[in-house]
């Protein structure tokens, strides 16, 4: 069952990785690094990936954490109110407006690890945070689409 907050899930992590010996590093991997992303369903596949970068000689995990702020959600009603206009009832609006509901909340950890050259990372998400992913990238891409009338009359 996945929680709608991560937060016992980075004391967990926090906890697991001292444990072993390693320390964590806040950063964030970006997608401009070569990665592969450990993939596995079980829950606690991230104790795996904390093992695997101990058995690579890994001293440290990055980890990156997102937590949702009121502005966040602030500035994405403003922009899909700017692009649904005068539409004020778009569906789009009423999940961003449902987002209030987990402001606070833990929604995206990464934990990752240098070896040879190449970041390892492990990833998890709530549902609301991959929806309001979903919502800024309709943002990001609307955005970006230019309309030419040069041509009209």
Known sequence: MQSDNLISLKDDMVAFIAG?????FNGYITEE????????EDPDSWK?????????????VTMSEVTLEK???????????DQ?????????????EYLVNH??????????????????????STEWYERFQELIET?????????????ED
């Open 103 to 124: 402001v606070g909340k833990l929604g995206y950890l990464q934990l990752g690890f240098a070896h040879q050259g190449v970041m390892f990372l492990f990833e998890t």
């Open 20 to 24: 072993h010996g390693m320390r964590r």
């Open 33 to 40: 690094v070569p990665t592969v992303i450990f993939e596995d």
């Open 48 to 60: 795996d990936f904390v093992e695997h970068a101990k058995a690579a000689g890994a001293s440290f």
């Open 71 to 81: 502005s966040d959600i602030a500035i994405l009603l403003d922009q899909l109110r």
């Open 139 to 151: 943002v990001t891409d609307l955005g970006g689409i230019v309309v030419d009338d040069s041509d």
């Open 84 to 96: 649904n206009f005068p539409d004020s009832d778009a569906p789009d609006i009423d999940d961003a």
